[in-house]
């Protein structure tokens, strides 16, 4: 039996390198010196963090009742570990209020482990948006699927999204020093890896062996985006199969060589300075907050512009796709429209557990790679 138990809960955000540090656990390959770990997921556990939010946004007691009743069952599986650690993590906490999430967590989740740890990774706010529209658009996000760079990101700013300070602030008065903020910036990163990143300071130091290659969820070019999105245009599903149709194509395109061109998706300077205008307040605050003064997130804000397209680039598929292509992703679209009509199949969860078979199918490769 385990003398302390360490819970650990990574919250995310969205666009950290969640996915990396998911597979890393998923797939076994994370090593500690002396203690044991338990990961009690196929993959994320978003499943469980959009419970969470069920419980916060029910509309009859009944709906509350039965999202408790997945969060409680949940809480009683780990309360049965016996390993020195136990990780959750899910980037859907982004979205969980953290006065739901300590309500949740103070009934069900107190006394699973001696001490509690909380790390969320925050990506600078230009990358975020950036890596935002490419998501949503990955995803086929309705409006965002069809917005322009601008229109998303003013949509982004009237919704208060990644005006970050007011949101960890909370979860640093909630849960004082076992709620840790890590910046999403490289350079920042121990070893420059957000998986070695999140095993250092998950861990308390403890020295940690990743075995194997992190990579995961990497970007799609701009052609290759621009693929997905006429399949997603031509789809006519539901938000969640379009969601992991999504998502299963682009691992496809991840299998494939590299498309040729492969265009970085970029933003252009006028807007670069639109959002540097927006977020450089919450920036300081964050950096004061979080990061010792040290002026990371600002700083990455004026990077962003130096970095940024002279011009705008065209975000419309027949600005970079021949009509033979087109025509040819029309075609695929309406194939796969066929296929999803097909009755009695829960394509989310089909897709998904194809997705898991996968991940666990690699790590079964040999290797002779370790960090």
Same mark, same amino acid.
């Given at each position: ?24 656990? $998923? ?16 993959? @994320? ?8 939010? @069920? ?17 409680? $069952? ?68 309705? /409006? ?72 995961? !969820? ?39 060589? /590299?498309?040729? /061109? ?38 990455? +804000? ?20 021949? /009509? ?6 029309? +075609?695929?679209?309406?194939?796969? !429209? ?10 989310? $969860?089909? +897709? ?8 666990? !199918? ?10």
């Amino acid at each position: 039996m385990a003398q302390h138990k360490t819970l650990i809960f990574h919250l995310g955000d969205c666009k950290t390198g969640s996915t990396s540090i998911q597979t890393a656990f $998923a797939q076994e390959r994370v090593q500690l010196q002396d203690a044991s770990v338990t990961y009690p997921a196929d993959l @994320a556990m978003n499943a469980m963090a959009r419970n969470f939010s @069920a419980y916060h946004e029910a509309k009859t007691p009944g709906d509350k009742a039965k999202a408790e009743a997945r969060i409680a $069952a949940f809480a009683k599986r780990l309360h049965q570990a016996d390993s020195d650690f136990i990780v959750i993590s899910a980037e859907d906490f982004e979205w969980v209020p953290v006065s739901v999430f300590q309500e949740l967590y103070s009934r069900y989740f107190t006394g699973i482990a001696d001490e509690l740890r909380l790390i969320s990774y925050v990506r600078p706010h230009a990358a975020r948006l950036l890596s935002g529209y490419s998501e949503r658009t990955k995803l086929g996000v309705v /409006p965002a699927m069809n917005d322009s760079m601008e229109t998303f990101v003013e949509r982004q700013k009237d919704r208060k999204l990644f005006f970050y300070q007011p949101r960890f602030a909370a979860w640093r008065d909630a849960f004082g020093d076992a709620f840790q903020l890590r910046p999403m910036i490289p350079a920042q990163l121990h070893q420059g890896s957000v998986v070695q990143d999140f095993l250092h300071h998950a861990f308390g130091g403890l020295p940690t062996k990743l075995i194997g290659d992190e990579a995961a !969820n990497q970007s799609l070019c701009l052609e290759d985006l621009m693929r997905l999105k006429v399949v997603q245009r031509h789809l006519t599903v539901s938000a969640d199969v379009r969601h992991t149709i999504g998502w299963d194509i682009m691992h496809k395109f991840a299998d494939m060589p /590299p498309a040729n /061109p492969a265009t970085k998706l970029r933003l252009h300077k006028s807007l670069a300075k639109d959002i540097r205008a927006t977020y450089l307040e919450d920036a300081r605050a964050l950096d004061k907050t979080f990061f010792g003064k040290a002026p990371l997130m600002e700083r990455e +804000l004026k990077a962003a512009i130096k970095n940024a397209a002279d011009t705008p680039q065209r975000l419309e598929p027949s600005d970079h796709l021949a /009509p033979e292509e087109l025509r040819s992703l029309r +075609l695929l679209a309406k194939v796969i !429209n066929g296929l999803l009509q097909e009755k009695g199949v829960d394509w989310p $969860a089909a +897709l998904h557990d194809k997705r898991v078979e996968d991940i666990k !199918n690699r790590a079964l490769q040999p290797s002779t790679e370790g960090v």
